[in-house]
């Protein structure tokens, strides 16, 4: 039996993708995404930048729980944050676009 608030990584991958299409974003605190969006206007991410932000990504896949998750996120430097909220977005808004394609 799984503890009260766990969930398989894919499973709350996607339940973290249908509440983000509700405008509803509980794996980042709301200045994470401030942060992540005014940082688009400023310089490019590294290389070294983008390899932590996927290194990130592929931790957070096998963290079990919402709680787990953030709690990951808190202990990261400010730019792999901000370049895994704005991947989560980026990855949102595909989510979104295939399910305004599909038809019931």
């Not at 980042?28 to 401030?34: K, N, P, T």
């Not at 996120?73 to 305004?100: G, I, N």
Request: proline content about 5%; hydrophobic content about 45%.
């Amino acid at each position: 039996m799984k503890p009260e608030g766990c969930a398989p990584a894919g499973e709350l991958a996607e339940d973290l993708l249908q509440m983000g299409s509700a405008g509803v974003h509980p794996l980042f605190e709301a200045r994470w995404i401030r942060r992540a969006f005014e940082r688009l206007n400023r310089a490019p991410w590294s290389g070294k930048q983008v390899v932590d932000a996927h290194f990130a990504l592929r931790h957070l896949s096998r963290q079990r729980s919402l709680a787990r998750m953030r709690a990951y996120l808190s202990t990261l430097p400010a730019d792999t944050v901000d370049l895994v909220v704005f991947l989560y977005f980026r990855r949102l808004d595909a989510f979104m676009d295939q399910a305004e394609r599909t038809l019931h």
